[in-house]
Nanobody
Framework: HVQLVESGGGLVQSGGSLRLSCVASVDTIGRYCMGWFRQIPDKEREGVAGIESDGSTSYADSVKGRFTISRDNAKNTLHLQMNNLKPEDTATYYC????????????????????RGQGTQVTVS
């Protein structure tokens, strides 16, 4: 069973930065397609950023140019660097992984990945 544990959320002022991390309890994340999605209460989940096993990345239009996703296969860790944060970025952010997925066709697919973490809260004031 794959476990994903997120960290790095918190409260930040508008224009500030946060770096989220997700540690996966697997032999290697290299063969997993991974990403981040976020959830605002009473709203649909939104795929934010994804990274395929070959390192190709995808971003939601709302975060392009501000967020950067990266992976450290040696440490089984996924990161999301979030810069120039805005109040509308306030949400619970979830890490997701799926070894069956090769390419991220649409960002919403991240919300249906096989494994997900418990989430970390990001609040931008």
């Amino acid at each position: 069973h794959v476990q994903l544990v997120e960290s790095g959320g918190g409260l930040v002022q508008s224009g500030g930065s946060l770096r989220l991390s997700c540690v996966a309890s697997v032999d290697t994340i290299g063969r997993y397609c991974m990403g981040w999605f976020r959830q605002i209460p009473d709203k649909e989940r939104e795929g934010v950023a994804g990274i395929e096993s070959d390192g190709s990345t995808s971003y939601a239009d709302s975060v392009k140019g501000r967020f950067t996703i990266s992976r450290d296969n040696a440490k089984n860790t996924l990161h999301l660097q979030m810069n120039n944060l805005k109040p509308e970025d306030t949400a619970t952010y979830y890490c997701a992984a799926d070894e069956r997925i090769r390419t991220i066709a649409v960002m919403s697919s991240l919300t249906r990945f096989r494994y997900r973490g418990q989430g970390t809260q990001v609040t931008v004031s």
